[in-house]
């Protein structure tokens, strides 16, 4: 089945303890994206990879890191969590950045909440 | 900057009714454009695009938008809506030029009255 899949999906942790959330998707898509989404505020991009070891910033990039070594992966990185990026995340993906190829793919979602 | 305004924030309909959801965006270039959905427990999942062609576009559960180009808008419609359309519906925008960028609304959270 073609999807992608988030780890873990919920996560309950405290401010300064390095975390990593992982997200792979099974479709061979070139780009990949991290959103946060909270209330009010909709979902917000948080880094974004338009292939292998292309990576660029989003909206609110600060607190997070990212990496693509391989296609199929991209993880977030929170080096230091703090409070205010508690969460809710979605990693999504799509055949391509390009107009048509666009159209996203999303994961579960992964709770986060940084004490 | 790209930006998508959603302006209802929580819309109560009866079953029955009909339904339109605002959603404006500010580019002046070409756009694509898209609804998702969550329902509730679930991940978003794609309702309708819009790339070119067709101003009206056709979605998933009897749900529609029209692209508005004067008006930079792409409202969602749906003209009865039923109970398991309770969810939440963002409308996102992506400018072909600034390539990667798609930017999301704040969302518009649909609840139906059995």
């Known amino acids: 089945e073609a999807q992608v899949t988030q780890n873990p999906r919920y996560l309950i942790t405290v401010t300064g303890k390095k975390l990593t959330v992982t997200c792979s998707q099974n479709?061979?898509?070139?780009?990949m994206s991290w959103y946060r989404q909270d209330p009010g505020l909709g979902l917000r991009q948080i880094y974004y990879?338009?292939?292998?070891?292309?990576?660029d910033k989003g909206d609110v990039p600060e607190g997070y890191k990212v990496s693509r070594k391989e296609k199929r992966n991209f993880p977030l990185i929170l080096e230091s969590p703090s409070p205010n990026q508690t969460s809710l995340y979605f990693c999504?993906?799509?055949?391509?950045?390009?107009?048509?190829?666009?159209?996203?793919?999303f994961g579960a979602g992964s709770r986060l909440t940084v004490l | 900057a790209q930006s998508v305004s959603q302006h209802n924030h929580h819309v109560i309909l009866s079953e029955a009714a009909s339904l339109e959801l605002g959603c404006n965006y500010s580019y002046g270039g070409t756009v694509n454009l898209f609804w998702y959905v969550q329902y509730p427990g679930q991940h978003l999942q794609l309702l309708l695009k819009?790339?070119?062609?067709?101003?009206l576009v056709k979605g998933i559960k009897g749900f529609e938008a029209e692209f508005i180009k004067s008006k930079f808008s792409f409202n969602l419609r749906k003209p009865s809506v039923q109970w398991s359309d309770t969810a939440e519906y963002f409308c996102?925008?992506?400018?072909?030029?600034?390539?990667?960028?798609?930017?999301f609304g704040s969302g518009t959270r649909l609840s139906i009255r059995p």
């Open positions: 999504a993906s799509s055949l391509s950045y390009r107009a048509g190829a666009n159209v996203l793919t």
């Open positions: 990879s338009m292939n292998v070891e292309v990576t």
């Open positions: 479709m061979n898509h070139e780009y």
């Open positions: 819009y790339f070119s062609g067709d101003p």
């Open positions: 996102a925008v992506n400018a072909p030029s600034s390539a990667s960028k798609i930017i």
